[in-house]
């Protein structure tokens, strides 16, 4: 991951000073496993550089932005880049103190607390994921406030004050504006440094594309890159929603494509079909056309 990242030019000096954040911070061989050994790599050397200080800075992040913006995968990429332990932690609108820290079980007649998520990350030095923290209920999360905060622990009314490892960090994601979302709260959010995550450029998407299909052929790696730019733009300027504009969608068509899936089809399930207007679906197909030939077969868009 620290090769990646010296790769892609990220500055040495940061560089130099996670490897000795991973040389001060030693991990738990019980939690060994769970250091993360990513399948996708994030691009993006702007982000990479903001996210890096502010966990070097002991802060935790919010990472804002529309669907596959690669939030996930940088999340992921940073525990894996501090060779940190990760948890994985799904907000939703029942997610309570009670999911995150612990509920109380009984164990031989006894009462004893099982611990969730958020606990075993806090004491293994782990980094936390808040998928989605918008979706769960500000006030159901509020314990977090001083897990979050310079407090760095965790207080449960009836159980010993737990004081979060050293290591220990939170990066929390956010999707805003599609239906069931909900708005962070001032208080939590004032908690986090905040991220925006920019759509990718398409000299990241073009690395993305090259180091996924390797025997892309050059003319479509460039038609796949401007497809989905021309998505984007049309989407900007509201011709479009932000519905075909899906990058994993992309993504996974290249893929089917791949198996032998006429190019058509494959860009029919991974992008129009995600657009439930037929007029819509209308202008994506009218996009794609002017790109991608509807038979267009596998032996014309891969080497072999
Ligand atoms: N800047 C980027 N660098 C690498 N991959 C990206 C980037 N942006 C999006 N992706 C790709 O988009 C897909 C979705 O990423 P994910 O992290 O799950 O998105 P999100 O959590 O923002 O919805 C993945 O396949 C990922 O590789
Ligand atoms: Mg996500």
Redesign the pocket.
């Known amino acids: 991951m620290l090769e990646f990242l010296r790769k892609e030019g990220i500055g040495e000096n940061l560089i130099t000073e996670i490897a000795q954040f991973r040389k001060v911070y030693a991990v738990d061989p019980e939690t060994v496993y769970r250091i993360p050994n990513p399948r ?5 050397n702007d ?1 990479w550089e903001e996210a890096i200080t502010a966990l070097l800075c002991g802060e935790n992040l919010l ?1 804002v ?11 992921e990429n940073l525990a894996a880049a501090f060779g940190r332990p990760n948890w994985d932690i799904s907000f939703h609108v029942n997610t309570d103190s009670a999911s995150l820290i612990g509920t109380d079980t009984f164990e031989n007649g006894r009462v004893v607390m099982r611990h969730g998520p958020v606990y075993e990350c806090a004491v293994n030095g782990g980094f936390g994921i808040l ?1 989605e923290i918008n979706m769960a209920k500000n006030e159901s999360i509020a314990l977090l406030h001083a897990t979050l905060d310079f407090r760095r622990i965790i207080d449960v009314p009836g159980y010993s004050k737990i004081i979060l490892n050293n290591a220990t960090r939170f990066i929390a ?1 956010m ?1 805003y504006g599609y239906a069931g979302t909900r708005e962070l709260n001032e208080a939590l959010t004032s908690r986090f440094l905040v991220i925006e ?1 920019p ?2 450029s398409s000299q ?1 998407l073009r690395k ?1 594309l090259q180091r996924e299909f390797p025997n892309l052929r050059d003319e479509y790696l460039e038609q796949f890159i401007g497809l989905f730019q021309d998505l984007q733009k049309k989407s900007e300027n509201s011709e479009i929603s932000t519905r075909a504009v899906d ?2 969608g992309l ?1 996974a068509s290249i893929h089917l494509m791949d198996k032998g899936l006429a190019a058509g089809k494959a860009l029919q399930m991974g992008i129009t079909n995600k657009s439930f207007d037929s007029f819509e679906r209308e202008l994506v197909q009218d996009v794609m056309r002017l790109r991608i030939p509807e038979r267009l077969e596998r032996t014309q868009i891969f080497v072999n």
């Open positions: 996708f790599y994030y691009y993006g982000i990472l932005g529309p669907k596959a913006t690669g939030k996930n995968v940088l999340g998928d994601t999707n995550m759509g990718i990241n993305l990058l994993r993504l």
